[in-house]
């Protein structure tokens, strides 16, 4: 078990250091933007469900301003962008980031951020793959690292758990070190968030034999069924993942699909939404712009 709140601790107390500087510094310029830098510090966690394509991304802002990036889409551009959005001009500095498997719609948008970006910790699937992308990822973060950009690269592995006050993230799979038999979207890290009576379910690309599997972990008998339950659907929506027993074990008071719109794909696949419309469970979609959920008004929108 590899508890990481250490990472978390060392980065947010540079963190605001950093923001108490800019809050002096711009002090003479008016009392709105100092103000505005103080209540960021004391929002409620966030979870951006960003628009970046056809592909993942996920930015997490716990309400002690620590930040946790999943997966970065396809394009560097518009991740650097979106996080310049989300995460301000100033703020360099992101506290985690989980890659849950080397494929280019996860993984490709995170190479220039390892290059921008000062990272704590990150975390990967293991998986040996050779593709292109995954060559370049991996060069990119071995670089970060030696460069000093990037404090730990460590595999995932069930029993991982993130701290950050009531917020907890905790890595559900894999459960066993993965190898170059296994499908890169089979070894999809999957993480559990939870924050109060609010839960959030992340399954990166796995597939149904896997959402399967994870009903019979205990994690699923301990969820507050009257919580506040959010999904983001498997696979972009793709008829590959969200098993029907899945939906039925956790239950979701909301969908979030994660694809362009239009999808090339047919993400997300019609038998998924009749999945969800007959269990009268609605859903958000990224393909216009982010969506936000805010886990203590349990609540979520898409951005305007």
């Keep these: 078990m590899l508890d990481i709140s250490s990472y978390i601790q060392n980065a947010q107390k540079y963190k605001h250091r950093v923001i108490l500087l800019l ?3 711009c002090f003479c310029g008016g009392l709105y933007f100092s103000f505005k830098i103080y209540t960021s510090l004391t929002q409620e966690t966030a979870i951006n469900f960003l628009n970046v394509g056809q592909g993942d991304a996920i930015l997490i802002t716990t309400k002690d301003r620590n930040d946790i990036l999943i997966d970065g889409g396809p394009q560097g551009d518009i991740l650097l962008q979106k996080l310049t959005e ?3 001009r100033f703020d360099r500095s992101i506290d985690i980031v989980i890659a849950t498997h080397p494929d280019l719609d996860h993984v490709q948008g995170l190479i220039p951020v390892l290059d921008k970006y000062s990272i704590g910790t990150l975390l990967i699937s293991g998986h040996p793959s050779t593709s292109t992308v995954a060559q370049r990822f991996t060069r990119a973060y071995e670089t970060a690292y030696n460069e000093g950009r990037l404090g730990t690269t460590t595999i995932a ?9 009531e917020f907890t993230l ?3 799979f894999p459960d066993r070190r993965v190898n170059q038999e296994w499908d890169t979207n089979t070894a999809s890290v999957i993480a559990m968030i939870n924050e109060g009576s609010s839960t959030v379910l992340l399954t990166g690309d796995a597939p149904k034999m896997i959402e399967r599997y994870l009903i019979t972990l205990q994690d699923f008998l301990h969820i507050t ?6 999904l983001k659907l498997g696979h972009h929506g793709s008829k590959t993942s969200t098993d029907i027993k899945l939906i039925e074990s956790f239950k979701p008071d909301i969908a979030i699909v994660s694809a362009r719109k239009p999808s090339k794909y047919g993400h997300p696949h019609k038998d998924v939404m009749d999945i969800l419309k007959n269990k009268t469970i609605p859903s958000l979609h990224t393909g216009d712009v982010d969506v936000v959920c805010y886990l203590f008004a349990q609540t979520c929108s898409n951005l305007d």
């Excluded at 069930?158 to 950050?164: E, F, K, L």
């Excluded at 069924?225 to 959010?230: H, R, T």
Aim: proline content about 0%; overall charge neutral; charged content about 25%.
């Design 23 to 25: 809050s002096v510094v």
């Design 157 to 165: 592995e069930r029993g991982d758990i993130i701290r950050s006050g």
């Design 86 to 88: 989300h995460l301000g």
């Design 170 to 172: 905790s890595i559900l």
């Design 225 to 230: 069924k009257e919580g506040f339950q959010i």
